[in-house]
C-alpha cells in the first residue's frame, strides 16, 4: 500500500514536468493514450510502422 502511494506521488510531481511524449514503436497506441488520458496538457505521440497497428489503433482510442 505505502509503495502505491509513493509511486502516486512520484506521478504527481513528474506531472509538472512531462510537456511532451513520444511512444515510439506503439503498437495499437494504449500506452500512448493512457498516458494522454493521466497528463492531458501533455503533447503525445504514438509512432509506428506495423500497417496492422497503424489500423488498429483508431479502434483502441474509441474502446479506452
Known amino acids: 500500500q505505502k509503495k502505491f502511494e509513493l ?8 506531472s509538472n514536468y512531462l510537456k511532451n ?6 503498437g495499437a497506441g494504449i500506452l500512448a493514450i493512457c498516458t494522454k488520458k493521466m497528463w492531458q496538457d501533455a ?6 510502422i506495423d500497417p496492422i497497428a497503424i489500423e488498429v489503433a483508431p479502434i483502441v482510442l474509441t474502446i479506452l
Open 7 to 14: 509511486e502516486l506521488e512520484q506521478i504527481d510531481i513528474l
Open 21 to 26: 511524449i513520444l511512444d515510439i514503436g506503439t
Open 43 to 48: 503533447c503525445v505521440l504514438g509512432t509506428d
